[in-house]
């Protein structure tokens, strides 16, 4: 199985702050990484998939990058619904294995 | 307009089976590379990704629960059904359905999830 490894496990940021949200994979996928948003008592909802891609309707200050088995999620200018725990999820093959989380609270 | 909607018992015996449904509309299991995948979330913890069911009745499960899971689709009635047997405390958590492969290999529209206890 492919393993995900997301860090930081949590973060405290403020409303306007950039942060960056890293995952790392045990092999090469590439590209097929996905980031998911979720909120307490919701589904995850799509974010970026394939790496870079932004989800239809995903506000254009979450963007994602790869850099070989290392990639990133940030967020521009943090605004007050990010507040979330976020996930990355490998779709290279299955086991779909998702990474552990960073939880986003305010600072 | 997508929807999944995720159906099952909220308790459960250790040692029963678990039967999990997954009613859908707006997309279809017969189009090609359409998926349908079960993910589930202990209480406080990571997500879980459990198995999938692509339109041409190929199936995928998770290395560490193949033994105990099966995955099932009926197209005619737009659902998915995923049985767990041998469940004990450690199944606890909410159980989500998603769309597969729309467009993407991502997971793009989540069912809004079922809470399944296992407790004696």
């Known amino acids: 199985d492919i393993q995900m490894t997301q860090s930081p496990s949590s973060l405290s940021a403020s409303v306007g702050d950039r942060l960056t949200i890293s995952c790392r994979a045990s092999q090469s996928i590439n590209s097929h990484l996905n980031w998911y948003q979720q909120k307490p008592g919701k589904a995850p909802k799509l974010l970026i998939y394939?790496?870079?891609s932004l989800q239809r309707g995903v506000p254009s200050r979450f963007s994602g990058t790869e850099s070989g088995t290392d990639f990133s999620l940030t967020i521009s200018g943090l605004q007050p619904e990010d507040f979330a725990t976020y996930f990355c999820q490998q779709s290279y093959s299955t086991p779909h294995t998702f990474g552990q989380g960073t939880k986003v609270d305010m600072k | 307009q997508v929807t999944l909607r995720e159906s099952g018992p909220a308790l459960v015996k250790p040692t029963q089976t678990l039967t999990l449904t997954c009613a859908f509309s707006g997309f279809s299991l017969t189009t090609v590379g359409m998926g349908v995948s079960w993910i589930r979330q202990p209480p406080g913890k990571a997500l879980e990704w459990l198995a999938r069911?692509?339109?041409?009745?190929?199936?995928y499960y998770s290395t560490a629960l193949k033994t105990r899971l099966t995955i099932s689709k009926d197209t005619s009635k737009n659902q998915v059904v995923l049985t767990m047997s041998n469940v004990d405390p450690g199944d606890t958590a909410t159980y989500y359905c998603?769309?597969?492969?729309?467009?993407?290999?991502?997971?793009?529209?989540w069912g809004q999830g079922t809470m399944v206890t296992v407790s004696s």
């Open positions: 394939e790496a870079s």
């Open positions: 069911i692509d339109w041409d009745d190929d199936k």
């Open positions: 998603a769309r597969y492969g729309a467009g993407s290999d991502a997971f793009d529209i």
